[in-house]
C-alpha cells in the first residue's frame, strides 16, 4: 500500500511543471514586449541654425552587415535652413559610413524628403545570437559660404521611438567640434530573440537525449525491440535540420551553434539509431538474444 508521501508526487511533479512552464511563457512574452528598443541620447537643441537630423531605423540585415535608415532634416521655429517641409535656402546633408560618404543636396524651395541610407556595421552573424553590430558615422548639415566652401551647420541627432522588431539599437553622440558631431549607433538583436533561440536549441538537446534513453532501454532488454520505433528515431533526425533553420534571424551554417549544439544533437540521433540497431540484430529473428 502506497503512502501519502508517494502518492502526492505525481501532483507535486505536475505542479512544478505547470508553474515552470507558465514562468518560461510570461518571460518570453515579456521579452517579446519589450524588444525594439531605441535608446538615444536625448532631445538636441534645434533653436537658431541647429538642424535636428530625426533618425528612423528601418531594416536591419546581419547577412551583409547593412543597417537602413531615414534621415530627415527639421529645425525649430525659428530655423533659417528649412522648416522641414520646405527648403529655406541652400543646404546639404553629409552621412557616412555608407558604401562611401553620402551627400544630399537640397535648394531653395525644394521639399524635403527623408534620406534612405544603409550604413555599413562592424559585427560577425556567426555570433547568433549574440552578435552585436556597431558604427561610427559622421551625421552634419552643410551650407556652402560665398566662397563656394560647405561649412557644417550646429547639428544634433534625434532617433525616432520607433525601432526594428526583434532588435535593441542604441544612438548617441560625440561632439569632434565646429558643430560636427559622431553618432555611434550599436544593434544587438532582444531578449526575446535570444529567449526564443535558447528555447529552440533546448528542445533540440531534448530530442536526441529521448532517442538514446529508449535506444538503451531496447539493447538492455528491458524493453522490446519495435521496428517502428526505428522510424520514429529516423524522423527525428530527418527533423533536427527544420527545426535548425527555424532560428530567428536565420543564422547561417558554420556558425558557433552549429559546432556546439546542432553537430553533437545530429551526433546523438545517429549514435541512438546505431544502438537500436545492435539491439535489434542481438534479438535476432525469434526475439531471443544472440
Avoid at 147 to 157: C, R, Y
Amino acid at each position: 500500500m502506497s503512502s501519502p508521501a508517494s502518492s502526492r508526487r505525481p501532483v507535486l511533479w505536475i505542479v512544478g511543471s505547470v508553474v515552470l512552464f507558465v514562468a518560461l511563457y510570461a518571460t518570453v512574452v515579456g521579452l517579446y514586449a519589450g524588444s525594439g528598443d531605441i535608446v538615444g541620447s536625448g532631445d538636441g537643441e534645434t533653436s537658431g541654425d541647429t538642424v535636428a537630423l530625426s533618425l528612423t531605423p528601418e531594416k536591419m540585415d546581419a547577412a551583409t552587415n547593412r543597417f537602413t535608415v531615414s534621415i530627415l532634416p527639421t529645425q525649430g521655429e525659428n530655423g533659417t535652413v528649412t522648416n522641414g517641409l520646405i527648403a529655406h535656402r541652400p543646404f546639404g546633408v553629409l552621412v557616412s559610413a555608407v558604401a562611401g560618404s553620402k551627400a544630399t543636396q537640397f535648394a531653395e524651395g525644394d521639399l524635403i524628403s527623408p534620406i534612405e541610407t544603409s550604413l555599413v556595421m562592424d559585427g560577425q552573424i556567426e555570433n547568433w545570437p549574440f552578435d552585436r553590430y556597431t558604427v561610427r558615422s559622421i551625421m552634419t548639415a552643410l551650407q556652402e559660404d560665398a566662397a563656394g566652401e560647405s561649412n557644417p551647420l550646429p547639428t544634433t541627432v534625434q532617433p525616432s521611438k520607433r525601432g526594428i522588431p526583434g532588435w535593441d539599437i542604441t544612438v548617441s553622440e560625440t561632439p569632434l567640434g565646429e558643430g560636427v558631431n559622431a553618432v555611434d549607433i550599436s544593434v544587438s538583436r532582444s531578449g526575446s530573440t535570444i529567449a526564443f533561440g535558447i528555447v529552440l536549441l533546448t528542445l533540440m538537446v531534448v530530442i536526441p537525449a529521448l532517442v538514446l534513453v529508449v535506444a538503451i532501454l531496447v539493447l538492455r532488454g528491458r524493453r522490446k525491440v519495435e521496428v517502428t520505433t526505428l522510424g520514429w528515431m529516423g524522423a527525428m533526425l530527418f527533423a533536427t535540420i527544420p527545426l535548425r533553420n527555424f532560428l530567428p534571424g536565420s543564422p547561417p551554417i558554420g556558425s558557433w551553434i552549429d559546432y556546439l549544439v546542432v553537430l553533437w544533437v545530429l551526433a546523438a540521433l545517429v549514435a541512438g539509431l546505431v544502438i537500436f540497431v545492435v539491439a535489434w540484430i542481438r534479438r535476432g529473428p525469434a526475439g531471443e538474444v544472440v
